[in-house]
């Protein structure tokens, strides 16, 4: 029997705050709940309706405001139309009917669309589209399949000899069941679209979203900006999305807001969540007040965008926000830099702004802290933590095991050695997420979690504070948090930073230190540019080094000059590190100091060490360091080649949570390491991270990353490879993971290997004809298989126009700095269906670092529809595009015009990949390749040892569609021939196209040339003449040259098919088909068919005008289908205009006129006589067979064609054609999704940034 539960739950674990002395603060003093204190939560949005989120623990509103700052809820409502009669169109073309309750002393209603989709979460958008096929498409087109596969087997059951009549009423059958199974494969919900109403009552802007899509607005919610009264709305009972609005540019855009995602709600619920029910529940300042900043834009499926960043800091300056949490954070090239980085700056520095941000989720190496987080010196960044309660609570370990960080936490030292993590604080909770969910809860972790429950924590401080008139700048809370953080025994500094935050020792350190002089005061501390000394290579080991550093004084914005003037600072300098030779003391006053440290690691042994230089004030030197220099130093374990240049381990025993780093030297010449885990364990499986760390000046940490989570069978095993880079250290990390239960012991060796491509890259071009490469193996006998293997083609744009301007008030920072934007279009035709990738080369892989702001693409069909978006990071964005027309528009923004200025001719490039790799011919020796004979295959080579090879090119049928002169190909060249080097080896290699070659079209051309130079000019200039008549003929609507043409040129068909094309073009074409079928007769009499079917029947023709004779025959086969096609469609709409007008049916045609009758036959003459000459599928006769089938009631057919004709054109009137079929085979789910997309695949305008 079961043993009786326990009938407590631990709830302490579910939102941790026992551990960062947040619950022992709030028993002390509850009403510094955070009460006071304004949190901007920059994040994917925040739901308005979740649980916890609707007030503070003092009544008021808990979100004061929702921004969007990313522009995808953005809503072009430029479009000013009034009512008539009550009633307005819509963009969508629904008639919307305006409630008598609405004010509106302008009349004047500002108007918009927006496709739902597009601002749906992608999580809710994929389970709205499962529902709604699942319930409207899938029921009903099974039945109507069924129906039309049941039609035709009794058709085949009743029919068994089959007249041509008979095969083309089973081809109609036929083709409705392949249309509608191709219906079924090509389903794609577009989503719905939400007409927008924008108007000003008299006191505020108000707007209503057209929810229903059926145009009744009186059902719909009419809501004012957020700000003013809270106000929001759900899109729907089953989408639970709430959202609000706010309107801009005074009332030409209106913004939607809604959550990107569930992350940004659970950040908030984590810092300030208040459950006046349930106070377990409690976030963690449940008094303060939330304004919920969405910078996750849903275009990017809710990445940050420099245009987000920006727009938010503004918003936060203006709100005057207490602090910041910024839950996000990406690896940058160069720390403590750019565009955004200033303005966050500029935000704590000037604003007193507490900006607390997410460390970084890419442990466990070392310098893998993100920014901002991680690497800007005004922002706190958070570590992850798990506590043993959130083991049981959270994750339901069987076991408590000892706190620790997260395996994943990002690590310190940044790369300009600064220590990157600032302090750290629980990784995880179970709190609210957006109702759109349909759960109220959920559980989360990362260091997104970490900081916002730092975040709260900090906002209990300040609320103290505030409730007690102390006053505080961003460096007194800085101090306070790091100088009482508690430290994890066994938990390294990289990760834990200072210790985990103690809010009550914090407000403690507040309160006694609050009368300090130096309370208020930050410092700079500079080596060089760089924060911190960090000795990571060898070369920086062979003996002592000085460095220089300079200690500045920072005080805050508002300080007066007296307290600058006053300033006289004692500051005794320590260190607890015998390696390290600094002075003990130093004056400071307000001016940059500089001082000397010698660093000596020559004692040091194999691995990482850290110590600081702490500077204290004399007059109090337990209120701990006014500042610190952080030290770092690895010291790399050398690999010789006496062991084969591997590192064995064997028998390393590994605890849940424990990690364990080597560092090594990386051999001169090796190109890649092999890794082997081995599990000596019987009994025990086991999880474990690999993860592989080289660092070079100005490249992330990512550049020269690998990472590889693993899972060990008991006595089980793994093998991995990736590249390195010779001369530089090489972190390697063994990590098991944190919640990996039991001890397990493993064997894992490392080895490196050198296989070395000469030159380093490879260039191909095509017009070389051979291209030579020289490989080395330069540590070991190695085996070597090269192959090249181009996987895409890389296609170079310039813009087609640039437009700059001055943006608005949301991009205006405070004393009226004002940022601009350029908008360059570029355009290119994708030749078939296949999948593209944009990027700016200039640009690409910068965000946080970029000089500029933002950068964002959206890339446009033919239509104006929007495809897709992308930002710096391009390899997230790939798109999966039709054959047809593309628009690119590229924006980027920049405080100064001249720098846009400087990129109107920016290039930007489309690589679109190939959908067979191309792979090269490979040869061991120059005569083989040239001849094209055996090529290589493999051979060993010893070290030392060098081997030549050499690259055809690419025959000429074998480039891709599309791609020509300015355009490569783009792949890589592996060298190994084992499956682990492959993986890890790879040479980057382009191949450079050169023009296609000149095709000969006759052999007999200069002959006809020859033959042309006999003809007299006075000829030359008749028929140039005639012909530009006949050409100009189709332009002007008055038959100015037909009557004189004809009389001088009575046999001359070119003309006669000019005529048919200007009768057949006209606006009131409807009124003359007659004289169309005249016409089109009259081109079809003068052309000889016998001799046209005799001469198609020919083989060979050894004429020696052969040539001509083609030529002419071609030309006359096109014009006689061309005017049967004509002919054919306006017999077909003649028949069509009448049923139109009488409503006759095709079973009532024997009733109709005899006008009507012989139309019909002559229009079934016509389509048997096509028949002869061409093919029904061919482009030249799709129209005539879409209108022939709707003549005869065979829509399966009518609808085969209309969706051809559709692939070629994808117009509206093509789609309409096609939605009209649809109806008159009743298959009203198809219409009714097709008709229902029509305003979204052909928008008026492109979508805004």
């Not at 090239?333 to 702004?353: F, R, S, T, Y």
């Not at 993100?370 to 069987?398: H, K, N, Q």
């Not at 933002?854 to 710096?872: E, P, T």
Request: glycine fraction near 8%.
């Amino acid at each position: 029997m079961a043993a009786y539960p326990d009938d407590s739950f631990p709830y302490q674990g579910l939102l941790p705050k026992k551990e960062t002395g947040a619950a022992s603060f709030l028993s002390r003093y509850p009403e510094y709940d955070g009460r006071g204190i304004l949190i901007a939560i920059l994040d994917t949005g925040v739901d308005p309706g979740a649980q916890g989120l609707q007030v503070t623990s003092d009544g008021k509103p808990k979100i004061i405001d929702i921004i969007d700052t990313t522009g995808s809820g953005d809503v072009n409502t430029s479009t000013i139309v009034k009512p008539k009669d009550g009633i307005i169109t819509g963009i969508s073309g629904r008639t919307l009917k305006i409630p008598e309750n609405w004010i509106n002393p302008s009349e004047n209603y500002h108007v918009g669309l927006k496709n739902g989709y597009e601002i749906f979460p992608k999580t809710l958008r994929e389970r709205i589209q499962k529902e709604k096929r699942e319930k409207l498409w899938d029921p009903v087109h099974r039945n109507c399949l069924a129906e039309a596969c049941r039609e035709l087997d009794e058709f085949d059951s009743t029919h068994t000899s089959l007249s041509q009549v008979e095969k083309i009423e089973r081809e109609e059958l036929q083709t409705q069941v392949e249309m509608l199974n191709s219906m079924e494969k090509k389903y794609c919900d577009s989503g719905p679209s939400y007409d927008c109403l924008v108007w000003h009552d008299g006191e505020t802007w108000r707007a209503c979203v057209d929810t229903s899509e059926l145009g009744d607005l009186s059902n719909c919610s009419v809501l004012r900006n957020y700000s003013v009264a809270q106000e929001y709305a759900s899109l729907g009972l089953s989408e639970m999305l709430n959202y609000s609005i706010n309107v801009y540019d005074e009332g030409n855009t209106l913004c939607i807001v809604a959550s990107g995602g569930a992350h940004g709600t659970h950040v908030a619920s984590i810092a300030a969540g208040f459950f006046p029910d349930d106070p377990e529940r409690n976030g963690i300042a449940p008094g303060a007040q939330i304004l919920a900043v969405k910078i996750g834009d849903t275009r990017l499926s809710t990445m940050e965008t420099g245009t987000g960043l920006i727009r938010a800091m503004i918003e936060t300056i203006k709100y005057k926000c207490d602090l910041v949490n910024y839950s996000y954070g990406e690896a940058t090239h160069w720390p403590n830099a750019g565009c955004i980085c200033e303005v966050i700056n500029d935000a704590v520095l000037k604003h007193n702004v507490i900006y607390v941000s997410s460390a970084g989720n890419n442990g466990p190496c070392l310098s893998t802290v993100g920014c901002p987080g991680g690497t800007t010196s005004s922002v706190i960044g958070v570590g992850a933590y798990v506590s043993p309660d959130m083991m049981v609570s959270e994750y339901s370990l069987r076991e408590k095991l000892p706190a620790n960080q997260y395996t994943w936490s990002s690590r310190g030292p940044c790369a300009d050695g600064a220590l990157g993590v600032s302090i750290s604080a629980p990784g995880g909770a179970i709190a609210s997420v957006p109702n759109w969910t349909l759960r109220g809860t959920q559980l989360m972790n990362g260091t997104s979690m970490s900081s916002p429950n730092a975040c709260g924590g900090i906002a209990l401080l300040l609320s103290g504070l505030k409730a007690n008139g102390i006053g505080y700048s961003v460096h007194f809370i800085r101090r306070a948090l790091e100088n009482t953080a508690m430290k994890i025994e066994g938990i390294e500094v990289f990760a834990q930073g200072h210790g985990i935050i103690q809010v009550d020792k914090a407000y403690e350190y507040l309160v006694q230190n609050s009368l300090m002089p130096t309370r208020n005061l930050g410092f700079n501390v500079f080596v060089g540019n760089q924060r911190g000394i960090y000795l990571r290579d060898s070369p920086n080991h062979a003996s002592p080094s000085d460095h220089g550093v300079a200690i500045e004084p920072v005080f805050p914005e508002y300080a007066v000059n007296s307290e600058r003037i006053s300033l006289q600072l004692h500051i005794a300098l320590t260190c607890n590190a015998s390696w390290i030779n600094c002075p003990g003391h130093l004056e400071l006053m307000n001016q940059c100091r500089h001082i000397n440290i010698r660093v000596n690691p020559s004692g040091l042994r194999e691995g990482v060490h850290f110590t600081e230089v702490c500077g204290y004030d004399t007059t109090a030197p337990d209120a701990g360091p006014l500042f610190r220099l952080p030290i770092t130093v690895t010291v790399p374990l050398r690999v010789h080649e006496s062991s084969g240049y591997e590192l064995v381990c064997s028998d390393v025993p590994f605890k849940p949570g424990q990690i364990t780093r080597h560092f090594l030297e990386v051999p001169y010449g090796a190109t890649w390491a092999e890794v082997t885990v081995s599990s000596l364990s019987s009994d025990v499986s086991s999880k474990f991270v690999l993860h592989a760390v080289q660092l070079e000046k100005q490249k992330a940490y990512r550049t020269n990353e690998f990472y590889k989570f693993i899972s060990l069978l008991e006595k089980g095993s793994c093998s991995e490879a990736f590249p390195v880079l010779h001369g530089k250290t090489l972190e390697f990390c063994i990590a098991r993971w944190w919640a990996s239960l039991g001890d397990v012991s493993v064997k894992y060796t490392i080895s490196f290997h050198g296989i070395v491509c000469t030159p380093s890259q490879l260039h191909i071009n095509a017009a070389d004809g051979i291209t030579r490469f020289d490989v080395i193996s330069t540590m070991k006998y190695e085996e070597v298989a090269p192959l090249i293997s181009l996987k895409c083609w890389i296609q170079s744009l310039r813009p087609i126009s640039t437009k700059t301007r001055p943006l608005g008030p949301r991009d205006t920072l405070p004393n009226n700095r004002q940022f601009y934007e350029i908008i360059l279009m570029y355009s290119f035709h994708q030749t078939k269906n296949g999948e593209v990738t944009v990027s700016c080369p200039l640009l690409c892989e910068l965000l946080y670092e970029s000089e500029y702001d933002s950068q964002l693409w959206m890339l446009f069909d033919q239509n104006k529809k929007l495809m897709g978006s992308g930002d710096a990071y391009p390899h997230q964005y790939s798109l999966k595009l039709d054959k047809g027309d593309y628009t690119i528009r590229l924006q980027v923004r920049h405080e100064q015009l001249s720098e846009l200025e400087r990129l109107k001719d920016l290039p930007t490039i489309v690589s679109h990949r190939i959908p067979n790799s191309l792979n090269l011919d490979v040869y061991d020796n120059h005569g083989n390749a040239l001849i094209g004979k055996k090529k290589s295959t493999s051979l060993t080579l010893q070290s030392g040892c060098t081997q030549p090879f050499f690259v055809t090119s690419i025959p000429d049928d074998k480039i891709p569609k599309g791609a020509g002169p300015g355009c490569f190909l783009s792949g890589t060249l592996t060298l190994a021939k084992s499956e682990l080097g492959k993986k890890a080896d790879m040479v980057s290699v382009q191949y450079h196209l050169i023009p296609s070659p000149n095709k000969q079209k006759n052999g007999n051309k200069d002959k006809e040339k020859d033959a042309e130079k006999e003809k007299d000019v006075k000829e030359e200039f008749a028929d140039a003449l005639r012909d530009l008549k006949i050409q100009w003929m189709a332009k002007l609507d008055e038959n100015v040259f037909y009557e004189e043409l004809k009389e001088s040129y009575p046999t001359h068909l070119p003309l006669y098919v000019a005529r048919l094309h200007q009768l057949d073009t006209e606006k009131d074409r409807m009124k003359r088909m007659d004289v169309i079928v005249e016409a089109a007769d009259d081109v079809i009499s003068r052309i000889d068919q016998t001799a046209l079917a005799i001469h198609l029947a020919m083989k060979t023709d050894p004429r020696p005008e052969a040539a001509t004779v083609k030529s002419d025959m071609e030309k006359q086969k096109s014009s006689l289908i061309d005017a049967l096609c004509r002919k054919g469609c306006a017999l077909a709409d003649t028949i069509l205009q009448y049923h139109s007008q009488e409503g006759a049916t095709s079973e009532e045609v024997d009733s109709t006129g005899d006008d009507t009758k012989d139309s019909l036959a002559n229009l079934t003459e016509t389509f048997w006589e096509i028949l002869k000459w061409t093919e029904l599928t061919d482009a030249k006769v799709l129209t005539f067979a879409y209108k022939h089938a709707l003549v005869n009631k065979m829509h399966g057919r009518a609808l085969k064609f209309a969706i051809k004709l559709l692939e070629d054109k994808p117009n509206k009137e093509n789609w309409k054609n096609c939605i009209q079929v649809m109806k008159l085979l009743g298959w009203k789910h198809c219409a009714s999704f097709t008709e229902s997309s029509l305003s979204i695949m052909f928008p008026q305008e492109y979508a805004p940034f």
